[in-house]
């Protein structure tokens, strides 16, 4: 079992930056897969950026080149670095890691202002 904490969100304007970070309970080291997804208003949850253990990642086509996760083992956090944001970025940004179960945090809200 693993507890998550994300953090990092807030109010942006258009092309502007935020940092999101998710912090584990645990060491992280043993969790194969960790990432994010987000959920805007009347929409569904939608996938954002996974990270494996080795290192490989996965993005959703609508955020590649603009957005980098990363995982810091040694500080049980992953980050989600996001850049050029847009309007449609807007959304509660969720942190899960996939073991026997999905974990998940509660969610920290980006809202992107034209």
């Known amino acids: 079992q693993v507890q998550l904490v994300e953090s990092g969100g807030g109010l942006v304007q258009a092309g502007g930056s935020l940092r999101l970070s998710c912090a584990a309970s645990?060491?992280?080291?043993?969790?194969?897969?960790m990432g994010w997804y987000r959920q805007a208003p009347g929409k569904q949850r939608e996938l954002v950026a996974v990270?494996?253990?080795?290192?490989?990642?996965n993005y959703a086509d609508d955020v590649k080149g603009r957005f980098t996760i990363s995982r810091d083992n040694a500080e049980n956090t992953v980050y989600l670095q996001m850049n050029s944001l847009k309007p449609e970025d807007t959304a509660v940004y969720y942190c899960?890691?996939?073991?026997?179960?999905?974990?998940w945090g509660l969610g920290t809200q980006v809202t992107v202002s034209s």
């Open positions: 990270m494996f253990r080795g290192g490989s990642t």
């Open positions: 899960v890691a996939v073991m026997n179960y999905n974990y």
């Open positions: 645990k060491s992280i080291f043993s969790i194969n897969t």
